[in-house]
């Protein structure tokens, strides 16, 4: 603050924010490199191996639609491999976009990893046909707007699930508890929990107007393919189901001042219910929707 | 107020509260109250609905709707798979009936089902009106003038100038203005509020939840769906008695369907010759002549599997379709007794089929005895020797048909509606040759004779059939606009920001001007400091800074000396 002389030039004013009552005042963490310098070198290495490793995948991704002659999404491998293309592709133009997520590279990856593995071994199938009723083009809208909503739905899942182990550090540490060692070496680094509260709030609203949009464009098709756009087949149950839990956990943030821990398990529990349409319904459940061959 | 940890207590956090009178019109969210009712009916009647349309129950309401609409999805539904339900009935027994109490065949027309959404939607309605009402006041009056003590959370910034406090009220009047806040001059302070869209958006994804319930409501009530199989160069006119099913709306009558008719004159099906997508459909087609009314103009159209037909309010898809061999039956004296295209069901992708014929009347054994001949037909459009159990191709490369024949009696006349597609074999004697039942693979052109002179049966040629369905399903267009509403009132509610600014210009005792600006907006946002930051710029070049005012004057408390610490606290 410049004191005194009548000619100095005064400092622009300055914004305070403070924390909202009832939130804890914690700063972020560092990111995983922990303030160390060779850690972010070492961060900088990863994400552009990532980087490499999505051009790889993408490129996989198209061979396998050029191999096939349709889009790639006809069945369960082809949804996996599509599937874990986009959400590494969220999660680099999310840091593209100057947003502090690198530290979510760690589950991100591990993840996309295992899905991938059981991509390529449990659900693999070679390239076959799509039926007739599969020919359409809201089928393409319908399903590309699925997959980017499901692998942003994800980066939320993995930010609410951080957010409640941080959450829960947090408390101990307020409380004069002392976390385990690997604990804290690993919860340390992350951002607050205020931070990943608001980061997941942000991700799952942003994409629940568009997810509103992919039932739309799959009951216009089915519309169109199946001569009603509404059946209850399982498949739409479940987005309808995973719909009706996201629109709770948004009103219980809205309105009924439920942030914290448990607005994050419901977010947990439609993420869930995505999680479920897509692997459950195909698995457990026979429907209409005849690309669910495992 | 202490700082306790919302989750620690498990009372929800105080944000809503904490906005205080200040923040209390940011939204026109309703306050939940639990308080119990004074005694009295009308007091109990204003209880439950003041429940019923708390935002708690609204949430309650919601859950119990996602978890209503899990059994429908694993149990089978007779309104999509009535054999599904019929055999589970059959595998379990007891549980069917508990299932049947229960309305777990039909959940999403069960009464508890229809309960869970009916009191959300007037949960719903219970909500928009009041809201509405207090939204339109709110647009009509002014934002609310700027609060003595500053909101704890709001965004807050100071700075003291030599600028008359008239002229910087009037600068950030103009300057709110330009920046189209709704703003106006309150007492000492400039009171401005922005992003009412918001407002308007949640209003409109609310009600648009209303007008695509009643848009389903509706269509469920009046639609119809039928099926109808025709084999190319047959018509169908769109009457009751000419469906082969039929199902309907409770409030749907046949006085409802549209009059038209149309013919089929060819089925196209092509296919994929080789490569990885081999036997996929590349044009799957039916060239139909339509009209309208009695008497209508007849025209030609193309049905697509993905482009119906529409006439009228009624839509007709093409849903399959397959083969339909022609068939002559002649008897042991030559006379034909039966000359059709019968169409036989696909079993799999490569369109193997099955079917029967029945030859009802006019057939007499060689001496002369009334009696009836069943044919079971097995075909295959592509026939590869070596496989004699499937087709290895959609189209008709090869076709083959295998016919084995029954006489005796079909049983149609018992009075049991029977399947076209199946024989009763009860009362039914096969033919038989040396080897056993006699059972021969004919080629278009070819004949089967039957032993013993019984006569012959010859197939001619291959027709192709398409099966179509007709709906009607009424308030699709009103559901449509309803979706298309919710999505963008809901962008608008969850996108924009509304937000408050005041400034406060008052002259300070040492005749020096100090300006304060808070911002609130309604929800956490990084947005709401980020724009007060560049009013306060734009506002500080119009009123700059004065120079700080002497160390040792200490008659007046100077507004910079804690700039974390706001008045109030
Ligand atoms: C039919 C089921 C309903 C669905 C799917 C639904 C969905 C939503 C969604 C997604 C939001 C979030 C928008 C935002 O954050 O601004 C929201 C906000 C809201 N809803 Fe609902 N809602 C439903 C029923 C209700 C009912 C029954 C009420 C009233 C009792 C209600 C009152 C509100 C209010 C007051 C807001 C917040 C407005 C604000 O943020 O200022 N909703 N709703």
């Given at each position: 603050m410049k004191k005194g002389g009548s000619t100095a030039v005064l400092e622009r004013p300055k914004v305070v924010v403070r924390a909202a009552a009832g939130q804890r005042d914690v700063p972020d963490g560092p990111g995983a490199h922990g303030g160390d310098e060779q850690g972010d070198l070492y961060g900088r290495i990863a994400v552009s191996l990532t980087v490499l490793a999505f051009l790889i995948e993408l490129a996989g991704v198209i061979a396998r639609a050029a191999s096939v002659e349709r889009a790639p999404w006809g069945n369960m491998y082809e949804f996996n491999i599509t599937f874990s293309t986009v959400a590494v592709g969220v999660y680099l133009t999310l840091l593209a976009l100057k947003k502090n997520v690198r530290w979510m590279g760690l589950f991100l990856i591990t993840s996309v990893l295992l899905d991938l593995g059981i991509a390529v071994t449990v659900l693999y199938t070679a390239s076959d046909q799509l039926v007739p009723a599969l020919h359409s083009y809201w089928l393409y809208i319908h399903v590309s707007t699925a997959i980017l909503c499901g692998a942003v739905f994800y980066v939320g899942a993995v930010t609410t699930i951080l957010y409640l182990f941080k959450d829960s550090y947090e408390s101990k540490l307020a409380g004069g508890g002392k976390p385990g060692k690997f604990a804290t070496s690993f919860l340390e680094r992350l951002p607050a929990s205020a931070s990943l509260d608001k980061f997941s709030y942000r991700v799952n609203a942003a994409v629940f107007p568009l997810w509103t949009f992919t039932i739309i464009a799959g009951a216009i098709w089915a519309g169109d393919a199946w001569g009603r756009y509404w059946g209850w087949d399982p498949k739409e149950t479940w987005a309808f189901i995973t719909w009706v839990a996201y629109a709770c956990y948004l009103h219980a943030r809205a309105t009924a001042g439920w942030k914290g821990r448990k607005a994050a398990y419901l977010a947990l529990i439609a993420f869930g219910c995505w999680l479920f349409n897509y692997y459950g319904v195909n698995i457990f459940v026979s429907g209409k929707h005849s690309y669910a061959g495992v | 107020m202490s700082k306790t940890t919302p989750d620690a207590t498990g009372t929800p956090p105080a944000g809503d509260e904490d906005l205080g009178a200040a923040g209390s019109q940011l939204s026109t969210a309703p306050e939940d109250t639990l308080n119990m009712p004074s005694l009295g009916v009308i007091g109990w009647v204003r209880w439950f609905w003041r429940q019923l349309t708390s935002m708690r129950v609204a949430l309650l309401l919601l859950l119990l709707l996602s978890l209503g609409a899990i059994p429908g999805s694993l149990i089978p539904q007779s309104g999509t798979d009535e054999t599904k339900v019929a055999d589970f009935r059959k595998n379990n027994p007891t549980l069917g009936d508990l299932y049947d109490k229960l309305g777990l065949f039909h959940v999403y027309s069960s009464v508890w089902f229809s309960a869970i959404y009916i009191l959300l939607f007037v949960s719903l309605i219970g909500c928009i009106i009041p809201r509405t009402w207090q939204f339109v006041g709110q647009l009509r009056g002014r934002p609310p003038g700027a609060p003595q003590a500053p909101d704890p959370t709001a965004a807050y910034t100071t700075w003291r100038t030599e600028t008359e406090p008239e002229q910087v009220r009037e600068a950030a009047l103009a300057l709110l203005k330009k920046r189209r806040f709704r703003a106006h001059l309150a007492g000492d302070a400039v009171a401005a509020e922005k992003g009412y869209l918001r407002e308007v958006g949640n209003l409109a994804f609310h009600i648009a939840l209303i007008v695509m319930l009643i848009a389903f409501a509706w269509g469920q009530l009046f639609k119809m769906e039928g099926n109808k199989l025709i084999v190319e160069g047959g018509g169908f006119s769109n009457t009751l008695t000419q469906y082969d099913d039929f199902k309907s709306g409770s409030l749907f009558t046949a006085d409802d369907l549209d009059p038209f008719s149309f013919n089929l004159k060819d089925f196209q099906g092509t296919y994929e010759k080789s490569g990885p997508n081999r036997g996929t459909a590349r044009t799957f087609q039916a060239d139909v002549t339509y009209s309208l009314g009695a008497y209508g103009k007849s025209k030609k159209t193309i049905i697509k599997v993905n482009e119906p037909l529409e006439i009228g309010d009624s839509k007709v898809y093409l849903t399959a379709h397959g083969y339909a061999p022609v068939i002559t039956v002649r008897d042991g004296k030559g006379n034909v007794v039966y000359h059709d295209a019968v169409p036989l069901l696909p079993l799999d992708s490569n369109i193997t089929s099955s079917g029967v014929v029945k030859v009802?009347?006019?057939?007499?054994?060689?001496?002369?005895?009334?009696?009836?001949?069943?044919?079971?037909?097995?075909?295959?459009?592509?026939?590869?020797?070596?496989?004699?159990?499937?087709?290895?191709?959609?189209?008709?490369?090869?076709?083959?048909?295998?016919?084995?024949?029954?006489?005796?009696?079909?049983?149609?006349?018992?009075?049991?509606?029977?399947?076209?597609?199946?024989?009763?074999?009860?009362?039914?004697?096969?033919?038989?040759?040396?080897?056993?039942?006699?059972?021969?693979?004919?080629?278009?052109?070819?004949?089967?004779?039957?032993?013993?002179?019984?006569?012959?049966?010859t197939y001619e040629s291959t027709e192709e059939w398409a099966n179509f369905q007709v709906t009607r399903q009424p308030g699709s267009g009103w559901a449509l606009a309803g979706a298309i509403a919710a999505i963008f009132g809901l962008a608008g509610s969850l996108f924009i920001q509304r937000r408050r600014v005041w400034v406060r210009a008052v002259r300070g005792d040492d005749g020096i001007t100090v300006v304060e600006m808070a911002g609130l907006g309604r929800s956490e946002s990084a947005k709401v400091p980020e724009e007060l930051g560049a009013l306060a710029d734009a506002l500080y070049d119009q009123a700059p800074g004065a120079p700080e005012p002497d160390e040792d004057s200490t008659e007046t408390p100077n507004p910079q000396a804690v700039p974390a610490e706001r008045p109030g606290k």
């Open positions: - | 009802m009347d006019g057939y007499r054994d060689p001496q002369g005895k009334r009696e009836q001949l069943g044919f079971e037909a097995f075909f295959l459009p592509t026939y590869t020797p070596g496989n004699e159990v499937s087709s290895t191709f959609p189209a008709l490369g090869n076709p083959v048909l295998n016919l084995a024949g029954y006489y005796g009696d079909l049983g149609v006349d018992a009075g049991v509606p029977q399947s076209v597609y199946q024989l009763d074999k009860t009362h039914l004697k096969p033919f038989k040759n040396g080897k056993g039942q006699q059972r021969e693979n004919l080629r278009p052109g070819e004949t089967m004779t039957l032993p013993n002179g019984a006569g012959s049966i």
